[in-house]
């Protein structure tokens, strides 16, 4: 088991590709912390989690809470002892072209996708920098490489996460910290479900692979990055998006 007993906390991991991500590595062996907004759906999650696995917590916490953030930082440290994997999940959408944006669908979407990951970021760093040993894994989006019709704050957001991931690669390699970003792509989510077939195809025939992303090809990239076959990869992007970008 490539994750064996290591402490993972994952972001907006109640469902889709955050909870695919705590399930991969809930099976290679690590002992899983779901943080979600809803404390409802991550009980409901973790129930369903514990019929395979027993190392399955969870906490209901906004990531643009710092105070929160700050005070469920200390108790998974306090309750499980350390933090050694934090993948950065949480993330949400207010799609608008920029002239018709409201300040609102800006400021809501750059303080879950940016400073939500800067404030977990923060606190996790706390604990890692001590113990000189974390992988932090940051989920960015192929829109932060290149950009979207209608998303210039999810993708202001995204790009962003990519600088943060560069930098604080910088800042923390000397104490054997690893950070990295992965770029989904298109990826069939409850979200994409409710897409008009039209909108599916249109998306499976932009990338060569002709087909959408599933949450476990997001799950297997994180698996990988945190796992010590990447011990010597850090500030890196990876996309996983069937060849989207090319």
Same mark, same amino acid.
């Given at each position: 088991m490539r994750l064996k007993n290591k402490v993972a906390v994952v972001t907006g991991s109640a469902r889709g590709i955050g909870k695919s991500i705590a399930e991969k590595y809930a099976a290679e062996g690590a002992r899983i912390v779901l943080v979600d907004r809803s404390l409802e759906d991550v009980e409901k999650t973790i129930k369903e989690m514990k019929e395979s696995y027993s190392e399955v917590y969870g906490y209901g916490m906004d990531v643009t809470d710092r105070s929160q953030v700050q005070q469920v930082f200390e108790r998974i440290a306090k309750e499980l002892g350390t933090v050694d994997i934090l993948v950065n999940n949480a993330g949400?959408?207010?799609?608008?072209?920029?002239?018709?944006?409201?300040?609102?669908?800006?400021?809501?979407?750059?303080n879950v996708n940016l400073t939500g990951v800067f404030n977990c970021s923060k606190e996790a760093v706390k604990i890692m920098r001590e113990k000189e040993y974390g992988k932090i894994i940051n989920i960015s989006s192929v829109v932060g490489l290149y950009g979207n019709f209608g998303q210039v704050n999810y993708a202001a957001t995204k790009s962003g996460v990519i600088g943060m991931t560069k930098t604080m690669a910088k800042e923390l390699g000397r104490k054997n910290v690893n950070v990295n970003a992965v770029c989904p792509g298109f990826i069939a989510t409850e979200m994409t479900e409710k897409m008009p077939e039209k909108v599916l195809t249109m998306m499976k025939e932009k990338?060569? #692979?002709?087909?959408?992303?599933?949450?476990?090809?997001?799950?297997?990239?994180?698996?990988? #990055?945190?796992?010590?076959?990447?011990?010597?990869?850090?500030g890196t992007v990876l996309s996983v998006d069937g060849g989207i970008v090319l």
């Open positions: 949400i959408t207010a799609d608008a072209q920029m002239y018709k944006m409201t300040g609102e669908q800006w400021d809501n979407v750059i990338a060569p #692979l002709n087909r959408l992303g599933t949450p476990e090809d997001i799950a297997n990239a994180c698996l990988f #990055l945190a796992s010590e076959e990447a011990s010597f990869v850090t």
